[in-house]
């Protein structure tokens, strides 16, 4: 069974950094995109970042500048490194992959695959 635990989450002051991470864990032969969402209380889930397994990453405005998201494809794990914190990023974090295969067979594979998620609060 296919798992994704995130970890990194914390309390910071304003204009602090946290890096957050997700491993993905069981048999795994590929994953394709994977990403960072968040969701504050009250508000929809929004995409915070994307990297596709060939390293292209896409950010939302918001983040741009700030965040920077990174995988490591062998460890099967993505990584963001959030920067210049600011009391609006707070947040539930979630981790996703939108694919990932268990086989080189096609029908190994399924489709969107979330973590727990991890919290993010920023004191002004």
């Known amino acids: 069974q296919v798992q994704l635990v995130e970890s990194g989450g914390g309390l910071v002051q304003a204009g602090g950094s946290l890096r957050l991470s997700c491993a993905a864990s069981g048999s795994i032969f590929a994953i394709n995109a994977m990403g960072w969402y968040r969701q504050a209380p009250g508000k929809q889930r929004e995409l915070v970042a994307s990297i596709t397994s060939g390293g292209s990453a896409n950010y939302a405005d918001s983040v741009k500048g700030r965040f920077t998201i990174s995988r490591d494809n062998a460890k099967n794990t993505v990584y963001l490194q959030m920067n210049s914190l600011k009391p609006e990023d707070t947040a539930t974090y979630y981790c996703?992959?939108?694919?990932?295969?268990?086989?080189?067979?096609?029908?190994?594979?399924?489709?969107?695959?979330w973590g727990q998620g991890t919290q993010v609060t920023v004191s002004s």
């Open positions: 996703n992959a939108d694919r990932i295969c268990r086989s080189p067979f096609r029908s190994s594979c399924q489709n969107d695959y």
